[in-house]
């Protein structure tokens, strides 16, 4: 079993400081991701297309993805979609190492509480459906 939680990111709005590690946008259609790419440290992914200098309020605040297992340490490869009926984003996640057998994975910046409220794009009626579809066997 896993816990999903979609949580605010720690940091600083007025400098636009998150902890942060490389994803995709939307517009890019489909990021691939490998654990081992993850840094956990503080600071900003200049290159993310998601990212902006500036951010101010709770509408800009970044929320992240995280998937955390319950009760056991296996490991698989799986793709994330989160979609509503307007538009839908797919992310690829494998590589796990062993380092990380019984640690959480998280896709951070997922997209500003201001998207998620904005009922024209992903969140429909206060929803965000988020799919886990597994594309390898455990190891």
């Known amino acids: 079993m896993w816990e999903l939680r979609i949580a605010v990111l720690p940091g600083d709005p007025k400098q636009g400081y998150y902890s942060t590690s490389r994803s995709s946008s939307p517009a890019a259609g489909a990021g691939r991701f490998s654990p081992r790419a993850y840094d956990g440290g503080v600071g900003r992914t200049p290159d993310s297309e998601w990212m902006q200098?500036?951010?101010v309020g709770e509408e800009?605040?970044?929320l992240g993805l995280f998937l955390i297992p319950q009760g056991h340490r296996s490991r698989?490869?799986?793709?994330?979609i989160a979609f509503?009926?307007?538009t839908w984003v797919e992310w690829v996640v494998s590589g796990?190492?062993?380092?990380?057998i019984g640690k959480g994975w998280g896709l951070y910046p997922f997209l500003r509480r201001g998207d998620l409220m904005r009922t024209d794009r992903l969140a429909r009626e206060n929803t965000v459906k988020i799919c886990i579809a597994p594309t390898s066997d455990l190891y």
């Open 60 to 62: 800009d605040q970044w």
């Open 84 to 86: 509503s009926e307007l």
């Open 53 to 55: 200098s500036g951010m």
């Open 76 to 80: 698989l490869d799986f793709r994330v």
């Open 96 to 100: 796990w190492t062993e380092s990380y």
